[in-house]
Each structure stands twice: as C-alpha cells, then as structure tokens.
C-alpha cells in the first residue's frame, strides 16, 4: 500500500464549489445521469442542464459499463440503452467538452474504462473535457494507487466511497484519500430506489462526519425528496441516481427531471 | 517452482488483486484471514479430508486410455475428476468453501454457475451443512442446462435467471456479486473458480491442488516419473490450476485449452473485471465482449488472474478449439473409451486429438473435469 499516493492539499474544484455551498448553509444535491442516452428524442446534455437548472450543485455522469456490479437493474438498463446507441467514453466526453454547464462535474464508471484507455489517457481527457472528478466505485482504496497517481497529476478529484460495512479505522485513511467529496454508500446493496431512508444511511453519514471535514454526499438507495431531507439532517448532502434515471428512461424528459430534482431542492432548501 | 502465495495484496506476478466494491472490501478481508487461519489448522485439514475421501469419494483414479492412445498415437491418461460426486472437480473447492463459510459464522451460500455443475455442488455442500443456497445461473443457460436447474432444486436451492448481458456465467457472476453486496453480512459467496477478487484465485486453486497432488503420485507409481505434458480446459481455470499445480516444479509441459470463443488468453489483453485484473476479451473502450462456446462451463469472457501469469511468464500456454472440434472429441472419447465427457473436459481432448502428430509418442495428461450426462440432451439436438 506504499505506493498509494497522499491525496494533494488542496482542493479541487468540485470540493470547493460543494464546500462553499455548505458553509453558505446549502445542503448539497448532486444528482446522477447516464452519459450518452437519448430518450425518446431527448438528448441527455438537455435533461443535464435541466437539472442544473432545478438546483443541482454538480452532476455526476455516469459513462456506461458493461458489467455495472454496483449497479441495480434501472442504471444497467440505461447502461445497456446508452452502449447499444454507440455511446462511447470519448463520444461524451466529447460532447460534456462543448456543453456549458455551470457546475462542476464528476464521472462515475467503472475502473476498466480507465484501465483499457490508460490512466494518464483518460484522466487527461477527462481533465480537457472540464470534468472534474472521478468516480470508480470497483476500485477501493487498496487498488487506487496508479490511478490516484494520474489524476492528482491531471488536477482531477478522485471521489471514494465510504461503505457501513467498514470498520471504525478504516473510514479516516479513506477519507483522506478522497478527494471532491466521501461518497457515503447509504446502504448495504446496490444502487436503486427504496421505499423508506435505510437506518445505515444516518449511521454512516454520522460516522463519516465525526473524522472529517471534506462533504459527506449519501447515495444509493436515496430515492425522493423526504428521503433526501431525512439523510441531510446529518449528511453534507446526498447523490440521486436511479430514482431520477428511471424517470428519464420513461421519457419523462428535461421537464420531468426538472420537476424532480426542483422538487428535492425545495425539501433541502426547507 | 511451486505455485505461490499470492501475498496480502494477492498478485500473481501482475494480475489478480482486489477490485471490488467497497462495501465488499472488509469481507474479502476477513475471507482472506479466515482461509489463512483455516488452511494451516489440522482439524480443518483433517474435516475436508474426510469429506473428500467419504463424501465425495476421493481419490479420483488414474485412467489409462488404451484404445484412445493406439487411434491417436499419443499415450493418453486421465485424471478422473468426473468420477467425483456431484460429476465434476467442482465439489473440492465447494466443501473447502461451505466449511470455512460454516467456520466463520455464515449461514447462505450465494453462487454463480455456467453449465451448472458449479451451482449443483454449491447446492449440494449447502444441503450436506445445512446451509440456503441461492444460486445464480443466465437465462441462456438454464435452457442448455435444464437437467442442472432442476437437480439444484431438488437439492433445495433456489436458482434465480441473470437475465441482462449475454445472459451466461458472466452476466451470473455480476449477479452474485450485487447479492453479496447487499447480504455480506450473512452470506458467504462460494465463487467456482480461481477467479474473482483475493483471496479467491489463490483459496479455489488451493482446495484443488488435491487433484495435481494426487495426480503426481499416481504418475510417478504408474508411469515412473511424470508425464510429457499435463492438459486441462481453462474457463476461470480452476480445474487445470488444479492439476497444473501438481507438475508446475517439473519438466511437463502444462497446456491450457480455451473455447475460441471465449478465449481469454489467447485473444484478450489486461482488463479488470470481477475484482482481477487479468487477461479479459474486451473492446477498446474496455466493454466485456460476450463469449461465444457450445460449453456453457466456459462461456466466459475472463479467464483466472494466475493464467494469465503462467502464460506471461510462459509456464503455460493456451491453445484453443473450435466448437465443432470439441463435438468430434465428445465422441471420440464415448467411442473408444466408453467415458462420455462433459464438454469443457472435451477441449482438451478436442486439442491433443487434433495436434496429435506434433504429440505422437508422448505422454499427455488429461484432467477430465466432469462427466457428460449434462450435455447429452444438448447433444442430442446437435448430432441429431
């Protein structure tokens, strides 16, 4: 484990814009699309401002994978729609590189689509689209290191997730390393829409608080806006993915997904 | 050389590693102390001994295939992993398992299965210890495999489809994995093969190492000595990480043989995926490519981190058949030696049949994983 490196000191620009929301006293919402699907003629840049429109205070794009092992069926089945209309990481990459969007954006894929293209490559393409974090949610601690390397060297945040399962020794080293924001996994299980807050998801965001000062976000299983006040109660603020995804994959649109995420900003902002 | 202890942060030369979920992180952890702790205790020693020698019905025997070797003019023996119960070297890796899942306190076996064999000896090490069972299995294969989805059911688990992706052992191994996540806490993933984050690759290859042990043995009262070269079909690879374990310190030379459609190694590049890096079949953006095989055993895009450095370091080497190949060398053995393989074990046979002048006079080694009666109703439909 030597060979992972100390995270840079200072933050970057997605910790500084969700650091300097927070001490204005804005709970954070950063919500989750699949990079490259188009949906009943909805290109994804539209529902992507739409939301930054609602109140979002970055994005997480999530370039699709074939294999998603974090993933539940609503963001493999969008996965599979975005590759199956060719969608590539350099085809959304490219199209994020010519989008302005006005908040700070992160990637979510998974550690292969890094590996195969190389870590200088991809953290470089990521840095000259204006993306400015990364999330890898098969690739812990343990195995960061060569990556870390090439994006701290690439000015791009390497978020990491922080799991209930972890030990009470295990949460600080992680939470140094990470970077952007501790991505608190709100549950044991993966990612989708359930019907009340789990209890882990206090704990965790609790536990996290108490041996950090980076943003504390919860995600996975964060599914409305009542869940979303409940969590931020102790969390920074939270991630929505699959709740707002399946909306899109039912052709709700950028105005469904405005109304969606305005909705949980107005419970945040309450 | 002997095959080596992949170390806290489970290398096997470049590949292999831990690339899972962080909520997994702790558990594969903890699997990892656990087997250590396991694997240098007597009494767990002597408890799978004794489940392998009166359960399973170990040791497997040598063969000797007489009329094969005179068709072909190749020596051939075969290690006799289909005489096992259960019908496959599956059930050596699934008692280690079911032992140590039992040893530290889990009380649910989760599993993935190709062709089934893995899945019934997940289910059948879960009826013998009590334990659930649920097992994942693609759509795909549940048709060409029906026999082993309602022996799985007989035996009291429960087999849910994986039905995104390619809807084979893949796309039933990304299941498992998101079961695991979301039930660590009870369950104990009993993964078939030596793939998968550490400790797996190095935990499944150990509780093999029995049939290269016993294999060594039997060669040396046999044969005298060891044999030319030493075969097995490689999906994961456990079976041949097996037996290759036994002959890696001597002068045989260890043959992998891999579906064409599914060949790991002979046409990926490194990948990571599963929890491993190792040699994965892959696009240039890094998506999964589907495998393609008639042996659902072997339907897998991946292949074990511990292949891939035997290959690197050219310890191993793999070759690979074809599909219709495999089909001639399932009769070819029925026929002349009145054993029906199972159609993974039939790659290798498929191999040496068809390289037999450029192995006339030697002796080769074949781990015969599994027996054949899982395939004959497929069969029935392709030679029909």
Same mark, same amino acid.
């Given at each position: 484990?030597?060979?992972?490196?100390? &995270?840079?000191?200072?933050?970057?620009? $997605?910790?500084?814009?969700?650091?300097?929301?927070?001490?204005?006293?804005?709970?954070? $919402?950063?919500?989750?699309?699949?990079?490259?699907?188009?949906?009943?003629?909805?290109?994804?840049?539209?529902?992507?401002?739409?939301?930054?429109?609602?109140?979002?205070?970055?994005?997480?794009?999530?370039?699709?994978?074939?294999?998603?092992?974090?993933?539940?069926?609503?963001?493999?089945?969008?996965?599979?729609?975005?590759?199956?209309?060719?969608?590539?990481?350099?085809?959304?990459?490219?199209?994020?590189?010519?989008?302005?969007?006005?908040?700070?954006?992160?990637?979510?894929?998974?550690?292969?689509?890094?590996?195969?293209?190389?870590?200088?490559?991809?953290?470089?393409?990521?840095?000259?689209?204006?993306?400015?974090?990364?999330?890898?949610?098969?690739?812990?601690?343990?195995?960061?290191?060569?990556?870390?390397?090439?994006?701290?060297?690439?000015?791009?945040?390497?978020?990491?997730?922080?799991?209930?399962?972890?030990?009470?020794?295990?949460?600080?080293?992680?939470?140094?390393?990470?970077?952007?924001?501790?991505?608190?996994?709100?549950?044991?299980?993966?990612?989708?829409?359930?019907?009340?807050?789990?209890?882990?998801?206090?704990?965790?965001?609790?536990?996290?608080?108490?041996?950090?000062?980076?943003?504390?976000?919860?995600?996975?299983?964060?599914?409305?806006?009542?869940?979303?006040?409940?969590?931020?109660?102790?969390?920074?603020?939270?991630?929505?993915?699959?709740?707002?995804?399946?909306?899109?994959? &039912?052709?709700?649109?950028?105005?469904?997904?405005?109304?969606?995420?305005?909705?949980?900003?107005?419970?945040?902002?309450? | 050389?002997?095959?080596?202890?992949?170390?806290?942060?489970?290398?096997?030369?470049?590949? =292999?590693?831990?690339?899972?979920?962080?909520?997994?992180?702790?558990?594969?952890?903890?699997?990892?102390?656990?087997?250590?702790?396991?694997?240098?205790?007597?009494?767990?020693?002597?408890?799978?001994?004794?489940?392998?020698?009166?359960?399973? =019905?170990?040791?497997?025997?040598?063969?000797?295939?007489?009329?094969?070797?005179?068709?072909?003019?190749?020596?051939?023996?075969?290690?006799?992993?289909?005489?096992?119960?259960?019908?496959?070297?599956?059930?050596?890796?699934?008692?280690?398992?079911?032992?140590?899942?039992?040893?530290?306190?889990?009380?649910?076996?989760?599993?993935?299965? =190709?062709?089934?064999?893995?899945?019934?000896?997940?289910?059948?090490?879960?009826?013998?210890?009590?334990?659930?069972?649920?097992?994942?299995?693609?759509?795909?294969?549940?048709?060409?495999?029906?026999?082993?989805?309602?022996?799985?059911?007989?035996?009291?688990?429960?087999?849910?489809?994986?039905?995104?992706?390619?809807?084979?052992?893949?796309?039933?191994?990304?299941?498992?994995?998101?079961?695991?996540?979301?039930?660590?806490?009870?369950?104990?993933?009993?993964?078939?093969?030596?793939?998968?984050?550490?400790?797996?690759?190095?935990?499944?290859?150990?509780?093999?190492?029995?049939?290269?042990?016993? &294999?060594?043995?039997?060669?040396?009262?046999?044969?005298?000595?060891?044999?030319?070269?030493?075969?097995?079909?490689?999906?994961?690879?456990?079976?041949?990480?097996?037996?290759?374990?036994?002959?890696?310190?001597?002068?045989?030379?260890?043959?992998?043989?891999?579906?064409?459609?599914?060949?790991?190694?002979?046409?990926?590049?490194?990948?990571?995926?599963?929890?491993?890096?190792?040699?994965?079949?892959?696009?240039?953006?890094?998506?999964?490519?589907?495998?393609?095989?008639?042996?659902?055993?072997?339907?897998?895009?991946?292949?074990?981190?511990?292949?891939?450095?035997?290959?690197?370091?050219?310890? &191993?080497?793999?070759?690979?058949?074809?599909?219709?190949?495999?089909?001639?060398?399932?009769?070819?053995?029925?026929?002349?030696?009145?054993?029906?393989?199972?159609?993974?074990?039939?790659?290798?046979?498929?191999?040496?049949?068809?390289?037999?002048?450029?192995?006339?006079?030697?002796?080769?080694?074949?781990?015969?994983?599994?027996?054949?009666?899982?395939?004959?109703?497929?069969?029935?439909?392709?030679?029909?």
């Amino acid at each position: 484990m030597s060979d992972i490196p100390v &995270a840079p000191a200072e933050p970057g620009a $997605l910790e500084r814009t969700l650091r300097a929301g927070r001490d204005e006293g804005r709970k954070l $919402l950063v919500p989750y699309l699949t990079g490259g699907l188009t949906v009943g003629g909805d290109h994804w840049l539209d529902v992507l401002s739409a939301v930054v429109d609602a109140g979002a205070d970055a994005v997480e794009i999530g370039i699709p994978f074939s294999d998603p092992v974090m993933d539940g069926p609503i963001i493999q089945e969008a996965s599979e729609r975005a590759l199956a209309q060719g969608a590539t990481p350099l085809s959304i990459l490219d199209e994020v590189r010519r989008a302005d969007v006005g908040v700070p954006l992160a990637v979510m894929t998974y550690y292969n689509v890094a590996f195969r293209m190389g870590h200088e490559r991809f953290a470089s393409s990521l840095a000259d689209a204006g993306v400015s974090a990364a999330i890898l949610p098969d690739l812990p601690y343990e195995e960061v290191g060569p990556w870390a390397a090439a994006a701290d060297a690439a000015g791009v945040e390497t978020v990491l997730l922080a799991a209930p399962t972890a030990p009470d020794d295990r949460l600080p080293v992680v939470c140094a390393r990470a970077r952007g924001f501790v991505y608190a996994v709100g549950l044991l299980g993966v990612t989708g829409e359930r019907t009340a807050l789990a209890a882990s998801s206090l704990e965790i965001a609790s536990r996290l608080k108490a041996v950090t000062d980076k943003p504390v976000l919860v995600g996975v299983g964060i599914s409305d806006a009542a869940q979303a006040a409940e969590v931020c109660a102790v969390a920074d603020g939270v991630v929505v993915g699959s709740a707002l995804v399946r909306r899109v994959l &039912a052709g709700e649109g950028p105005a469904g997904a405005a109304a969606f995420i305005g909705g949980i900003r107005s419970a945040l902002d309450a | 050389m002997a095959l080596a202890d992949p170390g806290p942060t489970g290398r096997f030369g470049e590949y =292999g590693g831990q690339f899972v979920p962080e909520t997994l992180v702790p558990a594969c952890q903890e699997l990892e102390r656990s087997f250590r702790s396991a694997w240098a205790d007597p009494a767990f020693r002597g408890e799978l001994d004794r489940l392998l020698s009166d359960y399973a =019905g170990r040791p497997s025997p040598l063969t000797e295939c007489e009329r094969l070797s005179e068709e072909l003019g190749v020596r051939v023996l075969l290690k006799r992993e289909d005489l096992n119960h259960t019908g496959s070297h599956k059930i050596n890796n699934v008692l280690g398992q079911a032992l140590l899942a039992r040893r530290m306190g889990k009380t649910r076996l989760v599993a993935e299965t =190709g062709a089934g064999q893995h899945g019934v000896a997940s289910a059948t090490a879960a009826a013998l210890m009590g334990m659930e069972c649920r097992v994942y299995m693609g759509e795909v294969d549940m048709e060409r495999q029906a026999l082993n989805v309602f022996r799985m059911q007989l035996l009291g688990a429960e087999v849910v489809p994986a039905t995104s992706g390619s809807r084979t052992l893949k796309d039933a191994v990304n299941e498992a994995m998101r079961d695991w996540v979301a039930t660590v806490g009870d369950t104990h993933y009993c993964l078939g093969s030596v793939m998968g984050p550490h400790p797996y690759p190095w935990m499944v290859r150990e509780f093999h190492a029995v049939i290269g042990a016993e &294999a060594r043995q039997q060669c040396e009262r046999h044969l005298g000595g060891t044999p030319d070269v030493v075969t097995a079909c490689v999906g994961g690879g456990s079976n041949a990480i097996g037996i290759f374990s036994g002959f890696v310190d001597t002068d045989a030379e260890l043959v992998g043989v891999e579906p064409a459609g599914g060949a790991a190694v002979g046409r990926g590049v490194p990948g990571v995926v599963h929890g491993m890096k190792s040699y994965l079949m892959q696009d240039e953006f890094g998506q999964v490519q589907e495998a393609h095989s008639i042996s659902a055993g072997l339907d897998y895009p991946g292949v074990g981190p511990e292949h891939s450095h035997l290959a690197s370091i050219g310890r &191993a080497r793999y070759e690979q058949v074809t599909d219709d190949e495999v089909i001639a060398a399932f009769q070819l053995l029925s026929r002349t030696e009145g054993i029906i393989p199972a159609l993974e074990p039939a790659h290798a046979i498929a191999w040496l049949s068809r390289d037999r002048e450029l192995l006339a006079g030697r002796t080769v080694l074949v781990n015969m994983s599994g027996r054949g009666d899982k395939d004959v109703a497929q069969m029935m439909d392709v030679l029909g």
